[in-house]
């Protein structure tokens, strides 16, 4: 199953906005939701795009697109009247079409600055036992973090504290993150919940959003999922991390969830590995950062 599921991300490489906005770009006049799914599907790289496949309503997968990318900041698309859709320039601001993995080494480093967190990137390909797709997806959280809070104690308290062992936030927190490139009303129910799903077990679990809305009423709406569920959201500033936000703070878990963290372990390598790198640091063995993700120059504190 490993394989199978190896062989997917190798075969499924394309996302369906890159077909939408490759078709919008050799578009000469601005088109409408059924012309973008006609050129769409007679598009070389078709094949190559899972979305597209999966869904059994494409022209709905086109429209949740074309809304997603008509918003934030920097939309990729601009709607022209009521029904036509053109990309938004010819110069496409690399960020708008930045992947979410792109986006690692920026929370990598903001995550250190901020929570003298350690993060490892956990690879959603690694995984040696799945029963399908879903489960994958809402399952393994994008990056995890280990901050050593033992190692802030004297060599005096430090032997103590070591016997409560890995789950005591006295001795490591575990943050868990979700990566997201743009959040909105259209996808900020799915986005939240895969977070809660992923990233409910850690002592602090956070959505990390490139592009947020942030008009007042959506803002009020993740307050409230918040206040409900305790994932924190993260304004990530992927070009300068020190300026990131946090918009809403996550609610601390006493306890990391012991028996998700070991489902985990079991089909994930990169987790299972992260999990002996913290047992290793509560031993207490200094920390190898080669047993984490590389952060980029830190010139500040937060």
């Given at each position: 199953m490993f394989y199978a599921v190896l062989w997917r991300a190798l075969v499924w490489d394309m996302r369906l906005i890159d077909l939408i906005l490759s078709v919008l770009e050799g578009a000469d006049a601005p088109?409408?939701?059924?012309?973008?799914?006609?050129?769409?599907?007679?598009?070389?790289?078709?094949?190559?795009?899972?979305?597209?496949?999966?869904?059994?309503?494409?022209?709905?997968?086109?429209?949740?697109?074309?809304?997603?990318?008509?918003?934030?900041?920097?939309?990729?698309?601009?709607?022209?009247?009521?029904?036509?859709?053109?990309?938004?320039?010819?110069?496409?601001?690399?960020?708008?079409?930045?992947?979410?993995?792109?986006?690692h080494p920026s929370l990598v480093k903001y995550a250190r600055l901020r929570f003298d967190a350690y993060c490892k990137t956990i690879n959603a390909v690694k995984v040696n036992k799945i029963r399908n797709n879903k489960i994958n997806k809402w399952s393994n959280p994008d990056i995890v973090g280990i901050s050593p809070t033992i190692l802030k104690l004297g060599g005096l308290f430090r032997a103590e504290v070591r016997k409560l062992g890995i789950f005591s936030t006295k001795v490591l927190q575990f943050y868990s993150f979700e990566l997201k490139r743009t959040i909105?009303?259209?996808?900020?129910?799915?986005?939240?919940?895969?977070?809660?799903?992923?990233?409910?077990?850690?002592?602090?679990?956070?959505?990390?959003?490139?592009?947020?809305?942030?008009?007042?009423?959506?803002?009020?709406n993740l307050s409230r999922l918040n206040h409900g569920y305790g994932i924190?959201?993260?304004?990530?500033?992927?070009?300068?991390?020190?300026?990131?936000?946090?918009?809403?703070?996550?609610?601390?878990?006493?306890?990391?969830?012991?028996?998700?963290?070991?489902?985990?372990?079991?089909?994930?390598?990169?987790?299972?590995?992260?999990?002996e790198v913290a047992q290793s640091i509560a031993a207490g063995k200094d920390i190898n950062t080669d047993d984490f993700d590389a952060i980029m120059s830190i010139h500040t504190k937060i």
């Open positions: 088109l409408s939701q059924g012309e973008i799914l006609d050129r769409v599907k007679r598009h070389p790289s078709a094949d190559q795009c899972e979305e597209l496949h999966r869904v059994r309503v494409p022209l709905s997968a086109i429209a949740r697109q074309l809304t997603k990318y008509s918003q934030g900041s920097q939309p990729a698309v601009r709607k022209i009247g009521p029904r036509k859709f053109e990309i938004a320039s010819n110069d496409a601001p690399p960020e708008t079409l930045i992947s979410e993995a792109e986006f909105n009303r259209s996808n900020i129910t799915e986005a939240y919940f895969q977070a809660v799903s992923n990233s409910s077990w850690a002592n602090y679990g956070y959505l990390v959003v490139g592009d947020l809305s942030m008009d007042e009423s959506f803002l009020a924190g959201v993260i304004h990530l500033n992927y070009k300068d991390p020190e300026k990131s936000e946090i918009i809403v703070s996550a609610r601390e878990r006493e306890m990391a969830d012991i028996n998700f963290m070991n489902f985990l372990a079991e089909i994930n390598m990169d987790f299972h590995r992260i999990v």
